[in-house]
């Protein structure tokens, strides 16, 4: 589904600031995987994600997915095969903008759009029945602008039109840290739903060693660029987190550091 | 009694500044870019549309010409930013010196066309300005039902979302570059609009005309905006609130004129207007926010 290979990227290269962020990254992904991805600062788990979303081209490697070489395709080309949602919850909808009208914009992603009526006669009321499966109480409120709801409201319909059309791939960058601990396990859950519901390939930032246990078939740990730890199966399923430190610092030979994950433990 | 008056040339003109205004929205308010193209691109409108007429080509079919003379004006700016990469304000600026050349070209090196002493058959003129007000609204609503045709197809939409939220927008499998251009492309056409119905009233096209446009159009829209945003914010009230923005700032100045004003301050009172809309609700914000009371955690029970 997914194939990275000898993935590297620099920032600012040849200047004081520079910064590699990723370090020859190999990384395949299954048809259906569900993955999580935990690592300390500045491991490079968003620069992963935005280099596969296309944000800006990587020094090295190649990036395919479903078999298609997308290393060098713009980033709104490679949207059709992919769903995004952002850690910031304003970053996903277009706030000025009606509910009904993100979802139609986003349920053409990758079809094409033409200059003809926005809406099928139909799509309202379909809208209407998706949303109700949030359980947020959105479904009456199809025409009010988006920049109108909560944070927690903006990010599970920024999931939804990230699913409306079945993604190849669906990227999640740490899309609950924003959210307060209720808001964001709510979120999860209907993360989890979709996720489930659709056979979805997922990569899901976290920043929370419990839900990257919890979720998903596979976890992997990145460290300074490059994946340190990758286990599934049985022994994702028996993980606990003093496993995973243990794991942490007996590969990489110092200890996890994260502010956020620590104090979230 | 003067003042009355002059009221059906203040609202003849102050349509066709609204007219104008209606592509300053799309740009500024639409698209989120300060393009200052339109005070060339208002001027190209007019000399293009002067020059057509005097040469005897069709009243209708020369507009139609300065409104895609304009559209390319946008055009040009539009490559400038995204596939140059330059800012969009400097972007803008840079096309508006370029057609400053321009529209003395077309002109044929002369500053002035002036359709006075031909018997030329125009759409509307400052002789008449009861059916200049009909033509420029007539123009004005088929405008702005096109415009809500079109912002609501498929394509229309994501114009909306490219300046609402480029981010978003990528994400959907959006071109927001292309986006840009087209929007840019709309919005000077537009103008160009205006500046052909502004010559044909005035009797002639000028390299001067439409100096300062961005700020009279930026100005109505401000106007316009604080009243229609009160009635009912959406697209179609919005637009014609801008007209009627347009219309009142050209009542104000016609009154200020009457006072006895001296015409060569108008200008500056067009960019006080402007600071005034642009900075009280900066200053509401900044010196007189009133603290807000500590939300409660645990989130929204319905979020």
């Not at chain 1, 970053?91 to 009526?117: F, H, Q, S, Y």
């Not at chain 2, 197809?153 to 087209?182: C, F, H, Y």
């Not at chain 2, 096209?205 to 009243?227: C, E, K």
Request: glycine content about 12%; proline content about 3%; charged content about 15%.
């Amino acid at each position: 589904m997914l194939k990275i290979t000898g993935l590297q990227k620099t920032f600012n290269p040849g200047t004081i600031n520079a910064k590699t962020a990723l370090r020859g990254l190999d990384l395949t992904l299954n048809d259906g995987d569900f993955v999580t991805v935990i690592g300390g600062n500045g491991a490079g788990k968003s620069t992963l994600l935005n280099a596969i979303a296309g944000v800006w081209k990587p020094d090295y490697g190649k990036i395919e997915i479903d078999g298609v070489d997308v290393t060098k395709m713009p980033e709104h080309k490679r949207a059709r095969f992919l769903g995004r949602v952002f850690q910031d919850p304003m970053k996903g909808t277009a706030p000025d903008m009606e509910i009904a009208e993100n979802l139609c914009i986003a349920a053409r992603r990758g079809v094409g759009r033409r200059l003809r009526w926005g809406f099928r006669p139909n799509e309202r009321q379909q809208y209407r029945e998706l949303l109700s499966t949030l359980e947020l109480g959105l479904e009456s409120r199809l025409s009010a602008k988006v920049g109108l709801l909560s944070g927690g409201q903006r990010q599970a319909i920024t999931l939804l039109m990230a699913t409306l059309r079945r993604p190849k791939l669906l990227l999640l960058d740490e899309h609950t840290a924003a959210l307060d601990p209720k808001t964001a396990a709510k979120v999860l859950e209907i993360t989890d739903k979709l996720v489930s519901e659709n056979n979805l390939t997922t990569l899901m930032i976290t920043h929370n060693m419990h839900d990257a246990i919890a979720y998903g078939n596979r976890l992997i740990m990145m460290h300074e660029g490059k994946i340190l730890i990758d286990v599934s199966g049985e022994e994702k399923k028996n993980l606990t987190i003093p496993d995973l430190l243990g794991l942490f610092e007996k590969a990489s030979g110092s200890e996890f550091a994260n502010d956020k994950v620590i104090l979230s433990k | 009694m003067v003042f009355f008056n002059a009221l059906p040339g203040a609202v003849a003109e102050g349509l066709i500044w609204g007219l104008m205004a209606i592509g300053v929205y799309i740009s500024y308010k639409i698209l989120d870019i300060a393009d200052l193209t339109v005070d060339g691109s208002i001027c190209t409108g007019g000399c293009v549309c002067a020059i057509l007429i005097t040469r005897g080509v069709p009243v209708y079919l020369s507009v139609i010409i300065a409104f895609l003379a304009g559209a390319l004006a946008g055009i040009v700016t539009g490559l400038l930013h995204t596939a140059l990469g330059i800012p969009s304000i400097l972007a803008g600026i840079l096309t508006q010196l370029m057609l400053y050349s321009v529209n003395l070209a077309i002109m044929g090196g002369r500053s002035i066309a002036s359709f006075v002493g031909g018997n030329y058959s125009l759409m509307l003129s400052m002789r008449d300005n009861i059916s200049a007000m009909l033509v420029a609204g007539g123009i004005i609503a088929a405008a702005i039902i096109c415009l809500w045709l079109f912002f609501y197809t498929e394509v229309g939409l994501t114009l909306k979302s490219t300046g609402d939220n480029p981010d978003m927008s990528r994400a959907q499998g959006i071109n927001v570059k292309l986006n840009k251009v087209i929007g840019l492309a709309i919005s000077n056409g537009i103008v160009a609009l205006a500046g052909a119905l502004y010559a044909q009233y005035k009797g002639s096209a000028n390299i001067n005309d439409g100096r300062g446009a961005i700020v009279v159009g930026l100005a109505a829209i401000f106007i316009g905006l604080s009243v229609s945003l009160k009635i009912k914010p959406n697209f179609v009230v919005s637009l014609i609130g801008v007209v009627g923005g347009g219309v009142i700032y050209y009542i104000i100045y016609n009154f200020v004129i009457l006072l006895g004003l001296n015409t060569s301050y108008l200008k500056m009172l067009s960019a006080i207007i402007v600071v005034i809309f642009l900075a009280v609700p900066y200053i509401k914000g900044e010196y007189f926010k009133k603290q807000k009371p500590i939300p409660e955690t645990g989130g929204d029970a319905d979020a």
